[in-house]
């Protein structure tokens, strides 16, 4: 089985910023989509912002186009979310989320980490 580990929650104050990391580990021999959803309270998940294998078609929600920007290590199995401008509003937990393959003969499936907060508060 594979493991996505987040990082880089927290507290911080509107305007700032912050770094949110996902290694996937265990038994991964392929990643394809990375990414990252978020879940406020007493609302849905949604996505945040997804990137492809390569990192050169990246999709991001409307809300946060111009302030987060995703990225990816391949040789580190690590998906990254660059958050700037913070807003209230940003406030949720974080899930990172990777659709990739344990083994050669297997498909591709969806694993979730287990979510890390932000909160963005004065």
């Known amino acids: 089985q594979a493991q996505l580990v987040e990082s880089g929650g927290g507290l911080v104050q509107p305007g700032g910023s912050l770094r949110l990391s996902c290694v996937a580990s265990?038994?991964?021999?392929?990643?394809?989509?990375m990414g990252w959803y978020r879940q406020a309270p007493g609302k849905q998940r949604e996505l945040v912002a997804v990137?492809?294998?390569?990192?050169?078609?990246?999709n991001y929600a409307d809300s946060v186009k111009g302030r987060f920007t995703i990225s990816r290590d391949n040789a580190k199995n690590t998906v990254y979310l660059q958050m700037n401008g913070l807003k209230p509003e940003d406030t949720a937990v974080y899930y990172c989320?990777?659709?990739?393959?344990?083994?050669?003969?297997?498909?591709?499936?969806?694993?979730w980490g287990q979510g890390t907060q932000v909160t963005v508060s004065s």
């Open positions: 989320y990777a659709h990739l393959r344990t083994s050669w003969f297997q498909r591709e499936s969806d694993y």
């Open positions: 265990g038994r991964v021999v392929s990643i394809n989509t």
């Open positions: 990137t492809d294998s390569g990192a050169t078609n990246s």
